[in-house]
Nanobody, 122 residues
Framework: QVQLVESGGGLVQTGGSLRLSCTAS????????MGWCRQAPGKEREFVAV????????GGADSVKGRFTISRDNTRNTVYLQMSSLIPEDTAVYYC???????????????WGQGTQVTVSS
């Protein structure tokens, strides 16, 4: 069983930056691909970014490319999402997730955090 805890959300102005963190329990963190997803009010949860267990392979949604960067530190059991040039459309609850496969499909993730709110004001 893996437990995920996100942190780092908050209120930021358009054009600002935030770094989200997600820390996992357990000793097999490096075996899991990790992803970030988000859910805006009234919308379905959507994929944001993914990183392989080793950290060598990353991918992101078109809507965040060039603005968001996913990374991980396996010595700290933590995955990060560095967000810059934020816009109001980025306002959502952000979730980290873990799975055995590197995937952009939300249904392939086995473990989910509780989410952290990001609000971008105009």
């Amino acid at each position: 069983q893996v437990q995920l805890v996100e942190s780092g959300g908050g209120l930021v102005q358009t054009g600002g930056s935030l770094r989200l963190s997600c820390t996992a329990s357990g000793r097999t963190f490096r075996n899991y691909a990790m992803g970030w997803c988000r859910q805006a009010p009234g919308k379905e949860r959507e994929f944001v970014a993914v990183i392989s267990g080793s950290g060598h392979i990353t991918g992101g949604a078109d809507s965040v490319k060039g603005r968001f960067t996913i990374s991980r530190d396996n010595t700290r059991n933590t995955v990060y999402l560095q967000m810059s040039s934020l816009i109001p459309e980025d306002t959502a609850v952000y979730y980290c997730a873990g799975g055995s496969r590197y995937s952009r499909r939300l249904n392939e993730y086995d473990y989910w955090g509780q989410g952290t709110q990001v609000t971008v004001s105009s």
